[in-house]
């Protein structure tokens, strides 16, 4: 089947960020004991212990979560029309940019990985030739600009993935931050070159530190960033075809496109109704909003805060959130009824928060479908990419999955 549906509907697609359910094969290959992750396992252990009971998650155990992952707390069977599945991720490493990227269709499994440090020379120049001062900060791989601006490694993604730009909106306003990524991406081989504006708990050199594989970065959620309002955050990616990514192939065609939470700054679609936000809550109703307008719909949304309770190796916060996860989703499964909706929970890698770093973790994800009027319930193989969650998302809006830059085949039953 390659798209041509009379009966199409609404698309939701909600990414749980770093909620993996087990570890890659190849998940130790840069750090040996991630081979024992496990986000949604470890968290529901976690939970019993903390909470004196079970995690309350009857939506996703009713989507099919019990299916694709086999602990204990988990209900295994559904009277729900689903397709229940697990992918691995389809890129290197564990990144919430390159998972979302490859999600939409991109081909991503070509990041270029690189440590700030091997590559002074080039940025610093490009920086200078827009017209900024530029400086090591105390002789260290990483430099300072204007004296405001830390550009660094991301200490949050594997080592070399991602760059950042950082800074305090009390020193300069967000658009001077974004003028500075901007330079930096001109000339970054890397995946992503991010830019963030928030307010600290500090002067931000006081929160630099080593990282690993060499990296030397901002510590980010030490700095206060992540507690404080106000932060801002612009992704800047490596140059992708978005033109052949899910949201503008459906915009193409007329469906109306709402990118929510995160899934508002990472992806590209200049039609699309973006509605970033943080909070959980504003996330879950942003896109309960957007399902009950009126027609067809694309709505991705990412959910933000389970990834920064694995940042924060807080396994009681990410047990609360996916609590209010689960709510959220009993909105959006009652909303979509009708034939042609769909509603699609996964994740964009693992963030475990009991594994003893505050990195992402290489982990399979769940791919969880609710099809509203299929028969029955069907457990699919497992997937080789992210891929084949944008590839059923473009099927069952009536697109042709061979639009896509990947040009995913349509994974066998899910997309009908």
């Known amino acids: 089947m390659t798209g041509g549906r009379n009966d199409r509907g609404r698309t939701v697609i909600v990414v749980v960020d770093g909620f993996g359910i087990g570890a890659m094969p190849d998940a130790g290959a840069l750090r040996p004991g991630d081979l024992t992750a496990d986000t949604c396992g470890h968290v529901l252990d976690h939970a019993r212990e903390a909470l004196g009971r079970p995690l309350r998650l009857p ?14 707390d988990l209900a295994r069977g559904t009277r729900l ?57 105390d002789g260290r791989p990483l430099l300072l600009v204007d004296g405001r601006v830390l550009v660094h490694d991301n200490l949050e993604a594997d080592p070399g993935i ?15 931050i974004l003028a500075v990524a901007r330079t930096v991406r001109a000339v970054a081989p890397v995946a992503r070159v991010i830019a963030v504006g928030g307010h600290a708990d500090g002067p931000l050199p006081g929160f630099v530190r080593d990282g690993d594989g060499g990296t030397v970065g901002l510590d980010t959620p030490a700095s206060g960033f992540y507690r404080h309002d106000g932060l801002q955050v612009r992704h800047l990616g490596a140059e992708l075809d978005h033109t052949r990514q899910l949201p503008e192939l459906a915009a193409r065609s007329g469906i109306p496109v709402t990118l929510v939470g995160k899934a508002a700054d990472i ?72 034939p042609g909706d769909r509603l699609v929970v996964t994740g964009d890698h693992g963030n475990d928060p009991t594994i003893g770093h505050a990195y992402h973790t290489r982990e399979y994800v769940p791919v969880l479908i609710h099809r509203p009027g299929a028969p029955g319930v069907e457990l699919l193989p497992d997937a080789d990419s992210l891929a084949d969650v944008g590839a059923t998302a473009a099927a069952a809006l009536g697109l042709d999955p061979r639009g896509l830059a990947n040009g995913r085949r349509i994974p066998q039953g899910a997309a009908v």
């Open 59 to 72: 939506v996703l155990g009713a989507l099919g979560l019990g299916l694709v992952h086999p602990h204990p």
């Open 81 to 137: 029309p689903v397709a229940a599945g697990r992918a691995a991720l389809g890129y290197p490493g564990a990144d919430t940019f390159a998972g979302h990227q490859t999600m939409m269709g991109a081909d991503f499994s070509r990041v270029t990985v690189a440590r700030l440090g091997e590559h002074l020379t080039e940025v610093t120049a490009a920086l200078r030739a827009a017209g900024h001062e530029v400086e090591l900060l």
């Open 162 to 176: 991602n760059w950042n730009a950082s800074a305090e909106l009390a020193d300069l306003d967000f658009d001077g």
């Open 267 to 338: 992806l590209a679609c200049e039609a699309a109704v973006r509605r970033p936000a943080v909070p959980t809550a504003d996330v879950l109703a942003h896109t309960a909003e957007a399902v009950r307008a009126p027609g067809e719909a694309l709505v991705v949304a990412n959910v933000q805060e389970s990834d920064l309770a694995g940042h924060q190796q807080d396994a009681e916060r990410y047990a609360r959130i996916l609590e209010q996860v689960d709510a959220g989703l009993a909105a959006l499964v009652a909303l979509l009824d009708r």
